[in-house]
């Protein structure tokens, strides 16, 4: 059985310092436990950070192109050259103001797999999709859509984050979080390049902290987490890591 994942979505936060004063505080993570955590930082800093035996390293990005002349890209196999593990695509941070679509979402994770990246790939409604219940629209065709075809017996990660949720306190029901897994799994299933479902883990996103995840960590299906300010505080993150041992 895979391992639960943490994942730290820093945005654009954090600095040398921020680096040193971070792992001052979160170094007592156990290795052997059932969760694997990973940071991903802004690019600059992927290797000031460095896989450790407690921890991976993810980007926040990369380009679809496997090389060439794309001013201030990064591929994916320069990525996986630094050690890098993981990949968060498609977060809607990128769809929204850098206007990515599916499609490139889809490019995008297929050349991270050709790479040996194991893509997170983002999903989720806004808040007028969910008020005007065309959310399980919107989430089947980004699944559709953005998961691509040659992932075979790779791993691959959908992280399910409703867009209004994101950086807002608001966190949905339970049960809403879990129709929403059973509508990601049913269009997975259509992929024929996913031969086990059970490979592909599905993580919730948008407002996790200290005080919610004891809510929300036993959905079932749930295999972890994508945190963002949360994870800027090593303590704070720390507890998230631990509530699903
Ligand atoms: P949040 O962000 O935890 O601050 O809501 C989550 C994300 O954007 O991945």
New binding site residues.
């Given amino acids: 059985m895979s391992k639960k994942l943490v994942?730290a979505?820093w945005?654009m936060n954090g600095d040398p310092e921020f680096i040193q004063d971070y792992f001052n505080d979160f170094s007592n993570h156990d290795e052997n436990s059932n969760v694997e955590v990973v940071f991903c930082p802004p690019f600059p800093l992927l290797s000031m950070i460095g896989n450790s035996h407690s921890y991976r390293i993810g980007a926040q990005d990369c380009h679809n192109a496997e090389k060439g002349a794309f001013t201030g890209e990064v591929s994916s196999a320069l990525l996986k050259k630094l050690n890098v593990d993981y990949v968060?695509l498609g977060?809607?941070?990128r769809r929204e103001y850098f206007k990515e679509s599916n499609d490139l979402v889809c490019e995008k994770a297929s050349t991270a797999l050709n790479n040996d990246l194991l893509p997170i790939i983002?999903v989720g409604e806004t808040l007028e999709e969910r008020e005007n219940n065309t959310y399980q629209n919107v989430i089947s065709t980004q699944i559709k859509e953005s998961v691509p075809d040659n992932i075979e017996d790779k791993k691959l990660i959908i992280?399910y984050?409703p867009v209004w949720?994101?950086?807002?306190g608001k966190i949905p029901k339970n049960e809403d979080i879990l129709e929403v897994f059973q509508i990601i799994r049913e269009k997975l299933g259509n992929n024929p390049s996913i031969e086990n479902i059970g490979n592909v883990r599905i993580l919730y996103?948008?407002?996790?902290?200290s005080k919610n995840c004891d809510i929300i960590k036993d959905i079932p299906y749930l295999d972890g987490y994508?945190?963002?300010?949360?994870?800027l505080k090593p303590t704070e993150f720390h507890i998230l890591a631990k509530s699903l041992v």
Avoid: D, M, Y
Avoid at 226 to 231: D, E, F, H, K, T
């Fill in positions: 994942v979505n945005k968060i977060h809607s941070e983002c992280a984050e949720s994101i950086g807002t996103g948008g407002s996790v902290n994508l945190v963002g300010s949360a994870s």
